[in-house]
Structure formats: C-alpha cells, structure tokens
C-alpha cells in the first residue's frame, strides 16, 4: 500500500506503522489522519499480520499531535467528510479502528498533545533514552480531555493532571514514564527498533487468536465495573473455547513441538 503520510510495511508477521513527516516532528495532518484508518484496516484484514509496531520517522519525535500551522492556516479538517470534527473523526490507533492485534509502540522522541493517542491506546511501549512526555493543549488555549482520559487508565491521576495543567512547561522523561508504568522498557535510541522488535517477535509464538480475544477481554474490561467485566472476560473466553487453537495448543504440548496455529483476521 502507498501512502504520503506513512511508511508501512509488513514482514514476518509483523506490520510497521511509521508516521512519515519529520519535518512537521510526524504531526498529523488531514492526510495522515486518513491514511491512519487505511493501514489500521489492513492489519486488521491480512491473516498474516500478528502484531503491530508504531514509531516515527527521525529521532526526535513519534507524534507531536495535529499539525498546528495547518490549524492555524485553517487547513487542518482531521476525519474523513462527515465525522471531521467529532469524536469519531479520532481514528489514530488501533484501539480507535477496533483492531485487536497486539500493537507495540517504539518512541522514538517527544510525545506531545494528539500524539497522546498513541501512548494511551498502545498495548507494549518502548522509549528511547532522550524521549519525552507532555501535553501542550492548554498552552494554545485549547482542551487538555481526550489524551488526558486515556492516560488515567495507565498511571494515576496526580501524573496525568500535572501533564495537563503545566502545558509542557515540564516535560515527563523515559525514565519518570518507565517509574510511573507508562512504559514497559527505556533503551538506547540503536535499541529501540531491534528491542520493539524482539517483543513482537515473542508475541507471535502465542495463538494470535488468543493473543487478540486476551486483549479484548482486557480493554474491554477497562469500560465496565469488576462484575460486568469479569462477565466480558467469561464470555469471550466462552466463544474462544471452539477455536482449534484451544486444541492445537495442548496436543502441541503433549507432543513437545511447536504449535501450528491458525491464521486470523479481526
């Protein structure tokens, strides 16, 4: 697939996401925000595609957001024509275009604003050492809610909210976001790609229909209280239980071999 905005490709079972506009810091712009859902839809739809990475291009930023000069040139309409400017316009991420491949973020510099999406909405994140964390939206007199509401279900409240209010006057490290368990690993910016990598690598050893009923019970669960969650869980892995990986898996085991899994899309 050809896209303006993203390098895309695909090998080995993974699918690479890179957000192509370094000279804008990879800003999101009405292109990109279209090409977005494009490559989402196609991790979704090819049952060769396990696992998903999502990096940007340059060392110095994964996202910083929409892009502000267009906004200000009034060029910027993020969405496709007739949701462009609500909710349902946000279509950035996985999460957002309801694929339930596991999606590993490689951050390659500052994080900022839109950008947010990103980080809320990944399921394993890796920075590099120089990366970087904060919210510019009230410094520019706009709303500090989407990202902020995603990032509560990571850490806690007094992070998020110092993130909001301060407008990027502070900057949160690799370091602080990897003591806070917004990210999973903090490794020099050589490493980022090849540790990104080697995770996803180990991801694709496991049943990818498993792997992405797991993450639907699991993302899932964050929308509903214990009960009803626990509730969520029971029943998709009810609706799991006749998948031949649920066979496979075992007979595999007892036969000391490597699993032949199946193939899935979303």
Known sequence: MGFETLIYEKKDGIAFITLNRP?????????????LPQAW???????????????????????????MLDAAEGKSQVGEEGVAGTLASLRFTAIQNQCW?????????????????????????????????FDNH???????????????????MEAV????????????????????????????????????????????ENSPAALMASKRAIWGSLNHGLDEALELAWSIIREHTNHPDTREGPRAFAERRKPKWQRVTS
């Open 101 to 133: 491949k596991p999606v590993i973020t490689a951050v390659n510099g500052m994080v900022t604003g839109g950008g947010l999406h990103f980080i809320a909405d990944s399921d394993l994140i890796v920075a590099a050492e120089h990366a970087t964390f």
């Open 138 to 156: 009230v410094k520019v007199g706009l709303v500090s809610g989407e990202e902020p509401v995603g990032l509560i279900r990571r850490i806690g």
């Open 161 to 204: 909210l110092r993130m909001a209010f301060l407008g990027g006057t502070e900057r949160m490290s690799a370091q602080r976001a990897y003591e806070l368990g917004l990210v999973g690993d903090v490794v020099p910016k050589e490493q980022l790609m090849p540790r990104a990598t080697e995770l996803a690598q180990k991801i694709m």
């Open 41 to 67: 839809d196609d991790v979704k739809q090819d049952p060769d595609v396990v696992v998903a990475i999502v990096t940007g291009a340059g060392e110095r930023s994964l996202c910083t957001g929409f892009d």
């Open 23 to 35: 000279q804008r810091l990879n800003a999101i712009d009405t292109t990109m925000s279209r090409e």
